[in-house]
C-alpha cells in the first residue's frame, strides 16, 4: 500500500536559518505529493502541491520539487521566520480515494 | 472561501456517553474523512465516505459508527466515549480522486473523556 516516510523533529531553528524537511514515499503508479501545516490548535491547511515528477510546488517561500527517481519531496526554505513555527504534513494520494500522510515534523524557530 | 465547519472546538464528556461530532463543508465535495490525531502517531483514519449514504472503515474504526445523510454532512458518533478516545479529530473533504484534489480541512475538535 501507499506509505509516507518524514524526518522526525522536533526540528529547532534560528531566524533566518535554511529550512529541509525530508520526506519519502511508497507508491504505486503516479501520485500526487502535498505538503500541509498546521499551526497551534489549528486543522491543517495546503502549502503546496505537485502533481507529476519534477513539477515544483510553492508557497510563501517554501518549495519542493516532485522526485520519482528517489521517490522524495523534501520541503525547503531559504529563511524561516518565528511565524513559521509549526506542524509540517507530508502526504500523498494515489490510486485510491483516500489520502496518506506522514507522522508529522515539528518545526520550532527562535528569534 | 471553501470551508469545512466542525461543531465543537473543544469537548468534554463522561466514559459511557454516546457522542456526535458534526462536520459540514460548503464546496459540494463528494469525499469526507475523519482522521484522529495524537502525539507521535500523526493523523490515524476512523472512517471516510466518498458519496451520500457510502461509508468505509479506515485503519482504526473500532468504537466509532459514521453517518452521511447528506452530501455536505458527515457525522463521528462514538458510541459509549472511553478515556483512550481522549484526542484532536480531524474532519476533510476533497474531490473525487485524481490528479491534484487535495483535502480540506476543518479546525479540529478536541474531545476529552473522563
Known amino acids: 500500500g501507499n506509505s509516507v516516510t518524514q524526518m522526525e523533529g522536533p526540528v529547532t531553528l534560528s531566524e533566518e536559518a535554511f529550512l529541509t524537511i525530508n520526506c519519502t514515499y511508497t507508491?504505486?503508479?503516479?501520485?500526487?505529493l502535498f505538503w500541509y501545516v498546521q499551526y497551534p490548535g489549528e486543522g491543517l491547511q495546503l502549502l503546496l502541491k505537485?502533481?507529476?515528477?519534477?513539477d515544483k510546488g510553492s508557497n510563501k517561500g517554501f518549495e519542493a520539487t516532485y522526485r520519482k527517481e528517489t521517490t522524495s519531496f523534501h520541503l525547503e526554505k531559504g529563511s524561516v521566520q518565528v511565524s513559521d513555527s509549526a506542524v509540517y504534513f507530508c502526504a500523498l494520494r494515489g490510486g485510491s480515494y483516500i489520502p496518506t500522510f506522514g507522522r508529522g515534523t515539528s518545526l520550532i524557530v527562535h528569534p | 472561501d471553501v470551508k469545512v465547519t466542525q461543531s465543537s472546538r473543544y469537548l468534554v464528556k463522561r466514559t459511557g456517553e454516546k457522542v456526535f461530532l458534526e462536520c459540514v463543508q460548503d464546496?459540494?465535495?463528494?469525499?469526507m474523512f475523519w482522521y484522529r490525531q495524537d502525539p507521535g502517531l500523526g493523523l490515524r483514519l476512523i472512517y471516510f465516505s466518498y458519496d451520500v449514504k457510502m461509508k468505509e472503515k479506515g485503519d482504526i474504526p473500532e468504537g466509532y459508527s459514521v453517518s452521511r445523510e447528506k452530501k455536505e454532512r458527515f457525522s463521528l458518533i462514538l458510541e459509549s466515549a472511553s478515556t483512550n478516545q481522549t484526542s484532536m479529530y480531524l474532519c476533510a473533504s476533497s474531490l473525487p480522486q485524481g490528479l491534484g484534489a487535495e483535502a480540506f480541512f476543518g479546525q479540529g475538535t478536541r474531545l476529552t473523556v473522563v
Open positions: 507508491a504505486t503508479g503516479y501520485p500526487s
Open positions: 464546496m459540494d465535495h463528494e469525499n
Open positions: 505537485a502533481t507529476k515528477a519534477d
